[in-house]
């Protein structure tokens, strides 16, 4: 089945807010806008169940008090926009904002028609799970929108250049940050490194001084395409709750051993990779974090576990399937397990010390969005020995 896409006027991306919308209103302001269907001559009232909200983050036993003041800030919430044909405007975002039932009614304001409604060219179609997985970074969520205009359909690779002024009106701080090393800081660097690790763009920047050659003007984005590796929500109109199955305990086991707590998005970590995989899979590759971060602090093995277990699991399959056909060979699987931990041991052995000898040469081999978590100086011999495999 074709996936429904986002689909939005290129312009859309570069109103101007006056200000932050909270994590919650935005994740609703998206589904909003998912729920256009492209022929529609009128914005929808789309309906909200509160199993979506609490898959947004809204906890049942306060949901009716948080949704409400929610609701009075997606009401209240000025968007400044100029419309394909040049005409400007200010709205609020949304028109209409009402419990129905055992959820709630929303409704964009019809002056947003233009952005949404009949587009014929001047667009851009994204999906829209990237788009709900950010969260971490007050920034990402707008700035993920905005650069998703600028890679044109086929395109693997785009640059732009956007003033520092007009990108900070499009992530709602126009009036903060005057100095370029705070914006940098608080807004740029966080955004970027959370779009890098969490959704299907990988982005690097460089900015550019103004005519005097002090002050920095402009930013330059390079943006990549990537595949997303990252949580697909459950978005259906009647959702059933996906956490009604318990995560099998042997996961749990080890995810305990690791300090590392599924529940909120690790445990939609978790339950992502067991359906892109299989449980035997994700067993393997968190053992394998187990053993390589062993030494780890109890408070960094947690956060280990969702910077490397994409790169993990790739290992573990390969594991899987040579211990299978060591099984298949040998017709024992007692004595294949022990030839396959023996073997195990040794291209374990080779690959730290081809890690060791090789430092720069593994370390370039890494992707993008971990080199810009950890430095050259800062990479931890353990990931860097997982990745040694692929050469030895």
């Known amino acids: 089945m074709t996936?429904?896409?986002?689909r939005i006027a290129n312009d859309w991306a570069i109103v101007r807010r006056?200000?932050?919308l909270s994590e919650i209103a935005k994740k609703i302001e998206a589904y909003l806008i998912w729920k256009v269907e492209f022929n529609d001559h009128e914005l929808p009232e789309v309906e909200i169940s509160t199993d979506l909200l609490m898959r947004c983050g809204l906890k049942r036993h306060d949901l009716d008090a948080k949704i409400q003041v929610v609701a009075e800030e997606l009401l209240k919430y000025i968007v400044?926009?100029?419309?394909p044909n040049g005409e400007w405007g200010k709205t609020t975002l949304c028109s209409s904002f009402y419990q129905s039932g055992d959820g709630y009614v929303v409704?964009?304001?019809r002056a947003l028609k233009p952005f949404f409604l009949e587009l014929k060219k001047n667009f851009a179609q994204f999906s829209i799970h990237p788009l709900l997985a950010l969260g971490r970074s007050s920034y990402s969520h707008h700035l993920y929108q905005y650069l998703k205009t600028k890679?044109?359909?086929?395109s693997f690779k785009a640059w732009t250049r956007i003033s520092i002024e007009d990108l900070k009106g499009i992530l709602g701080c126009l009036n903060e940050y005057s100095r370029w090393e705070s914006f940098q800081r608080r807004v740029l660097k966080p955004a970027l490194k959370?779009?890098?690790?969490?959704t299907d763009l990988l982005v690097t920047y460089k900015a550019e001084s103004g005519p005097k050659g002090k002050a920095k003007k402009n930013i330059v984005f390079e943006i990549h395409q990537q595949e997303y590796q990252g949580i697909l929500f459950d978005l259906n109109d009647n959702p059933v709750d996906y956490r009604t199955e318990p995560l099998p305990t042997e996961i749990l086991d080890i995810c305990h051993k690791l300090t590392f707590r599924p529940v909120g998005k690790s445990e939609d970590l978790l339950r992502n990779a067991l359906e892109k995989h299989s449980a035997e899979v994700l067993i393997c590759a968190l053992r394998n974090i187990q053993e390589d971060w062993k030494e780890a602090d109890d408070a960094t093995r947690g956060g280990v576990v969702h910077r490397v277990l994409n790169a993990y699991l790739r290992r573990a399959r390969v594991e899987v399937a040579r211990q299978a056909d060591l099984e298949e060979k040998l017709q024992d699987k007692e004595v294949a397990?022990?030839?396959?931990?023996a073997e195990k041991a040794k291209r374990d052995r080779l690959a730290k010390e081809y890690a060791e000898e090789n430092r720069k040469k593994v370390y370039d081999s890494l992707d993008e969005s971990l080199k810009q978590i950890y430095s050259f100086e800062s990479c931890p011999i353990q990931f860097l020995s997982a990745k040694a495999l692929e050469f030895i």
């Open 151 to 154: 890679i044109h359909a086929g």
């Open 194 to 198: 959370e779009i890098s690790e969490e």
């Open 3 to 6: 996936e429904k896409l986002i």
């Open 107 to 109: 409704r964009m304001d």
């Open 337 to 341: 397990e022990a030839a396959f931990m």
């Open 18 to 20: 006056e200000e932050q």
């Open 80 to 83: 400044h926009y100029i419309k």
